[in-house]
C-alpha cells in the first residue's frame, strides 16, 4: 500500500488580489520586488504608488505619502518622462526602501472571535484633516450584554491628498478650501459618512448602534445646526452628510483619541 500523506497549504497565498497567509488566517499587503523598480521619472512614480494594491486601507497612511510625493512630481510641471529633480526623488527613495515593511502588517481575517459570534454590534468611524491630506478609518466594536466583554476590530479606512485645485473651472462664488482646515475636516466628515454608507450596504453585519467621530468641533456644529444657511462648499457637503448619517450619531472625540489623526 502507498501512504499518501496530507497536503499542506501554501504558506501564503491571495485572495481577491490581496495576500493571505494560510497559516495564521491573515490577510497582508502583497508588496513583491517593488523596493527595487527604479523610479526616475513622474511616470515610473505613480506606477509604483498605484501598484500597492490595499483594498482595506491597512496601510493607507503610507498610501498617502507616496501620493503626496507624486502631487509634488506633478506640481513640477515636467514631462511625463522627464527625470525628476533630486530635491523629490531623493525623499521618495526613502519612503520606497520602506515598502518590504508592509509585508509585517497583518490583518486577521475573521473580524470576530467564537466567543463573540453573536455579540451586539457596533460602528465606530472616526474622521480627521491636515493640510495635507484626509481620512477616515472603522472599527467593529463587539459587546456581549450584561456583561464587561468587549472585542474591537478594525474594518476599513481610506485616505485622500488634498488637491491643488478642486475645480479647474471653479464657480464665482466658491472660495479656495486649502487655508481652511474646517473645510478640510468637513472634506473627512463627508468622506466618513460616504464609508458608513458602503459598509452598511457591503461587510454583512447588521450594526445596533453607530458612532461618527470627529476632533472638529466646527465640523459638527455645521452638521447641526439646521437652520443655517452654508456658502457653496459647505452646502453640498453638509448636505451629502445628513443624506448618509444621522445627525444624533455625530460625536466629537479629543484629537490625541483620535485614531484617523
Known amino acids: 500500500f502507498i501512504q499518501c500523506k496530507p497536503s499542506q497549504p501554501p504558506a501564503a497565498g491571495k485572495i481577491l488580489?490581496?495576500?493571505?497567509?494560510?497559516?495564521?488566517?491573515?490577510?497582508?499587503?502583497?508588496?513583491?520586488?517593488?523596493?527595487?523598480?527604479?523610479?526616475?521619472?513622474?511616470?515610473?512614480?505613480?506606477?509604483?504608488?498605484?501598484?500597492?494594491?490595499?483594498?482595506?486601507?491597512?496601510?493607507s497612511p503610507y498610501v498617502l505619502k507616496g501620493r503626496m510625493f507624486y502631487q509634488m512630481a506633478?506640481?513640477?510641471?515636467?514631462?511625463?518622462?522627464?527625470?525628476?529633480?533630486?530635491?523629490?526623488?531623493?525623499?521618495?527613495?526613502?519612503?520606497?526602501?520602506?515598502?518590504?515593511?508592509?509585508?509585517?502588517?497583518?490583518?486577521?481575517?475573521?473580524?470576530?472571535?467564537?466567543?463573540f459570534k453573536d455579540a451586539k454590534n457596533e460602528l465606530a468611524i472616526f474622521s480627521d484633516a491636515s493640510s495635507?491630506?484626509?481620512?477616515?478609518?472603522?472599527?467593529?466594536?463587539?459587546?456581549i450584554p450584561d456583561t464587561d466583554k468587549v472585542h474591537v476590530a478594525y474594518l476599513f479606512s481610506k485616505s485622500h491628498v488634498v488637491p491643488t485645485n478642486m475645480h479647474k473651472s471653479p464657480l464665482p462664488d466658491q472660495e479656495d478650501h486649502l487655508d481652511s482646515i474646517p473645510r478640510l475636516e468637513l472634506n473627512a466628515a463627508r468622506l466618513a459618512a460616504m464609508v458608513r454608507d458602503l459598509l452598511i450596504r457591503e461587510c454583512g453585519i447588521e450594526f445596533q448602534r453607530i458612532y461618527m467621530f470627529s476632533d472638529s468641533?466646527?465640523?459638527?456644529?455645521?452638521?447641526?445646526?439646521?437652520?443655517?444657511?452654508?456658502?457653496?462648499?459647505?452646502?453640498?457637503?453638509v448636505k451629502k452628510i445628513r443624506c448618509l448619517t444621522n445627525v444624533a450619531d455625530?460625536?466629537?472625540?479629543?484629537?490625541?483619541?483620535?485614531?484617523?489623526?
Open 17 to 59: 488580489g490581496a495576500g493571505y497567509d494560510h497559516s495564521s488566517d491573515s490577510l497582508f499587503v502583497r508588496v513583491t520586488d517593488k523596493a527595487k523598480i527604479q523610479v526616475k521619472t513622474q511616470r515610473d512614480m505613480l506606477r509604483l504608488v498605484h501598484s500597492v494594491f490595499d483594498p482595506l486601507g491597512m496601510c
Open 74 to 115: 506633478n506640481s513640477a510641471k515636467l514631462g511625463w518622462d522627464t527625470e525628476l529633480p533630486q530635491e523629490i526623488l531623493e525623499p521618495f527613495a526613502k519612503w520606497q526602501s520602506t515598502i518590504d515593511n508592509l509585508k509585517d502588517l497583518k490583518l486577521p481575517r475573521w473580524y470576530s472571535t467564537p466567543e
Open 132 to 143: 495635507e491630506g484626509y481620512g477616515c478609518v472603522a472599527y467593529l466594536r463587539q459587546y
Open 217 to 237: 468641533i466646527t465640523v459638527l456644529n455645521w452638521i447641526c445646526d439646521l437652520d443655517r444657511k452654508f456658502k457653496t462648499f459647505e452646502n453640498f457637503r
Open 250 to 261: 455625530w460625536r466629537h472625540v479629543p484629537s490625541l483619541d483620535n485614531p484617523a489623526d
